[in-house]
């Protein structure tokens, strides 16, 4: 039912670049903002960056969020193990009048 | 600190009734606008319900509408989730979280404290 279309999986080496796409519509990323959530093994949802890329203290400033058209990224440099974890895109959908989350991407430190 | 608390999760058959309560503290609860969003196990995040400030508003995923509830009592500080004609797709976690500004700029908003969830299984 997601309306935003994330890859199921990315992967890097410590130190490396991570980014993750959030694909969405007019309805909802190209009207509203996205926020990215991290959800750690076992844990609720975290709120990870906010209005396309705001990132709420004491999140750091490793992870960075954009925003263009109709799409969203989320980018994780230097990547560490902390970072192993699912991550979500979200945002308004205007059509649906509804708070909608993108499929999910798992994140591996290999 | 902000704190929520999830409660009411258990196994139910399926075409049973159920209500979730999500108990706020560290907070001015009548401030705040609340959702519900639950995950399967195994599963990705899926948007329930929101409701307003005075409890007069709501909005809910088309997958719930009709059949759940979303309700508040600022004097208990406590959300609610009615959940009627429950499905055995309905089993997942199910969390509370607080939005971050609230009824007007909803469009704009995002999801700022979360609860820990609480597991409703639904099965025969």
């Known amino acids: 039912q997601s309306v935003l279309t994330q890859p199921p999986s990315a992967s890097g080496t410590p130190g490396q670049w991570v980014t993750i796409s959030c694909s969405g519509s007019n309805s909802n990323i190209g009207s509203n903002p996205v926020n990215w959530y991290q959800q750690l093994p076992g844990t609720a949802p975290k709120l990870l960056i906010y209005?396309?890329?705001q990132r709420p203290s004491g999140v750091p400033d490793r992870f960075s969020g954009s925003k263009s058209g109709t799409s969203a990224s989320l980018a994780i440099s230097g990547l560490q193990s902390e970072a192993e974890a699912d991550y979500y895109c979200a945002a308004w959908d205007d059509s649906l009048n509804a708070y909608v989350f993108g499929t999910g991407t798992k994140v591996t430190v290999l | 600190q902000v704190q929520l608390v999830e409660s009411g999760g258990g196994v139910v058959q399926p075409g049973r009734s159920l209500r979730l309560s999500c108990a706020a503290s560290?907070?001015?609860?009548?401030?705040?606008?609340f959702h519900w969003v639950r995950q399967a196990p195994g599963k990705g995040l899926e948007w329930v319900a929101v409701i307003s400030y005075d409890g007069e508003n709501q909005f809910y995923a088309d997958s719930v509408k009709g059949r759940f509830t979303i309700s508040r009592d600022s004097f208990k500080k406590t959300l609610y989730l009615q959940m009627n004609r429950l499905k055995v797709e309905d089993t997942a976690v199910y969390y509370c979280a607080r939005d971050a500004l609230g009824w007007q700029l909803l469009v704009r908003s995002w999801l700022d404290s979360w609860g820990q969830g609480t597991l409703v299984t639904v099965s025969s």
């Open positions: 560290g907070f001015t609860f009548s401030s705040y606008v």
């Open positions: 209005s396309n890329d």
